[in-house]
DNA sequence: AATTAGCACTCGACATTGATGAGTGCTAAC
DNA sequence: GTTAGCACTCATCAATGTCGAGTGCTAATT
């Protein structure tokens, strides 16, 4: 039996429908409504023909049809057109990029709001990873009597600010040299590189001022241990409660429990081995929860190597074209505007 | 036809019942559960007058009682009992103040998500409003060949960073000095009141930098308004969907919909117009789409006056007595925070 | 040989009916 | 004033019947 031009006409508009309405399509449905020139019997005789082939499912003996995972993977693959996202989209996606360009955390935190906003479905979004996060800056600004705010950068300009408080509030000109002089000692340095002998450097450096030693240490960690540490951005998964299939709110329950998991996101988002979009349709994920769910993650590159994936969550009954589409572009973006933030050296 | 303490007791173990079970709760159950003495057929005859006192409910004919939302008015008012919270809790609640002690938005976040941990309710925080915020430090600091970072922290420590791109950076002492330079014009200023003035006296003292003035005053004016505006912190919605009085995935779905916008989480939270903690059950609340909710709000208060609001949303069928603990620990642990934070005086 | 009309058949959705049981309200006895 | 007893109400659930959407098969048509 072979997959004719027809067979494919019919499972598209199968295909189709069904993403649209959630409601099984029968043959007079498609007869009435797509006009393929044959009768609602021989499109019967044709369904049944995909259906043995694997690619329709018969939820119960009289109802109309619905894509199989099969089906779904052979729409994606095969039939799927790409679609051209409406200006009013590009620019959202844009302008979000644009307002948000000089911290990565923001950034990813506003890009994963705007694609769920945009596609109705649940964005998972991971920063990337920088392996051994190199420190970039290092200062200390003065607060209040008896508090200081320790500012510091770490490559891919993640950037955190910690307040220490001490009981001696050293004047400005003196903190402004320390903060120097502990960024020449530590800028470049990874947190396993602060050993004892760098230690006992800054506690010489810093003089009868040694005591912030423990503090800026432990902020050091944190903050070097949070760049390294893979950050998950999550958004729209109360989209989820709209669309039918989880109008179980069993399921739905399920479902945001696991998400609520960041280990089990980063599993998620880990599932995307090479660089292409990747697209997983129901069964075809191996976190069981998730069974009847698609997945389509993709990759973002920086300069240096290092990448974050951006995955899409939703029913197997998505949109997969406006997924493809928004998420080609956001990724574009992303790209462009890390690009931006690598291109700094270093240096100051 | 009196309320007598027997009436009372009845009313009681109806609410406590019900608090527990979500079910309709029957004379027979009482008197079997509950050793009051009497027999079904007594408490049957108290439930019919209970009923017509308007205390009670019976929600279809032949069902129990469940209570109304005066009864709760007059279990809350009168007969709720104190609960003691276990130590672990009480340590729970204290960490977290304690873990962020420095940064009044990360605090104002960690305090909604342990509360809702806690009760399994909904919780809504505003940050304490600073009418006219002041800015308290203002600094530069290098980042690389081409951005520096601005800090503004303002009065309540509520401090961000921007990066800003420059075609120059100026080399480090030099932007250490324009820092200071700045922070000496700007310190104490509101952003009302950086006028033509103080912008002029800043363009002259940046000479040859000037050009970084509308980065600058961008930025400023974007924290001061951050500061400004009620910042409402959201945690545990998701938490509804465990109760059944929301298995019906519509109203879920409206309440959710509800929380997702700011401005209404605003109104709910200064419902509270009096210092006391203030609970609103059922068709007390204003709000139309919380008829069937019960908010509990608080406020708590930093030394210089300004205060803000915790809220707590659930269920009329809220275990009120944990509620009441929570917040009052909680407001306890805040204050004293926000107590250390606003001693310091804003000098350097 | 492919297509189609026609028809019997299947089965979910929905309404109807009846049995069950929880719970009430009333009354009469204690 | 309290309680036992009983009739009554009504939600829930299972069983039954009807309806209609949709299929699959067959025979007629092209």
Redesign the interface.
């Known amino acids: 039996m072979a997959l004719n031009d027809r067979k494919i006409q019919i499972l598209q508009a199968i295909i189709n429908d069904y993403i649209a309405t959630a409601e099984p399509v029968g043959s007079r449905t498609i007869a009435k409504k797509y006009n393929l020139g044959i009768s609602s019997a021989t499109i019967r005789n044709e369904m049944s023909d995909l259906e043995e082939m694997g690619f329709i499912i018969q939820p119960h003996a009289s109802a109309g049809r619905i894509p199989s995972d099969l089906g779904y993977r052979l729409y994606v693959d095969r039939l799927m057109q790409k679609r051209e996202l409406k200006q009013e989209e590009q620019q959202l996606l844009q302008s979000v990029v644009m307002r948000n ?3 990565i955390d923001y950034l990813m935190e506003e890009t994963a709001k705007a694609i769920s906003m945009l596609t109705n479905y649940t964005t998972l979004i991971s920063e990337p990873v920088s392996k051994g996060a190199k420190l ?2 290092i ?1 200390l ?7 200081v ?1 320790l ?1 510091i ?1 770490t490559d891919g ?1 993640y ?1 955190k ?3 220490l408080k001490l009981s001696v ?1 050293p004047e ?1 000109q003196k903190l ?1 040299d320390m903060g ?1 002089c502990i960024n020449n000692i530590l800028k470049g340095c990874t947190w396993e590189e602060i050993d004892k002998r760098v230690v006992a450097i800054l506690k010489k450096e810093l003089q009868e001022y040694a005591y912030i030693l423990p503090m800026l240490l432990s902020a050091i960690e944190k903050t070097t241990k949070g760049a390294e540490n893979i950050q998950v951005h999550l958004s729209g ?2 989209n989820i ?2 669309f039918p299939e989880f ?1 179980d ?1 069993q399921r ?2 399920s479902l ?1 429990q696991i998400l ?1 998991q960041k280990d089990v996101l980063i599993t998620l988002l880990e599932e995307q081995k090479n660089d292409d979009m990747q697209i997983l349709i129901g069964s075809e994920n191996t976190l069981q929860s998730i069974k009847d769910c698609s997945v389509i993650t993709t990759t973002y590159k920086m300069g240096d190597g290092t990448r974050g994936t951006i995955g899409i969550l939703g029913p197997t009954r998505m949109d997969y074209s406006q997924v493809v589409s928004v998420l080609n572009s956001m990724v574009k973006n992303i790209e462009n505007v890390l690009q931006i933030l690598t291109d ?5």
């Open positions: 360009i000089s911290q970039k800056q200062r600004l003065p607060l209040d009597s008896e508090s705010v500012v950068a300009n950037i600010n910690h307040v509030v400005e402004f120097r998964t109360k409660l709209a109008s709110i739905a329950k945001f609520e700094k050296k270093n240096d100051t």
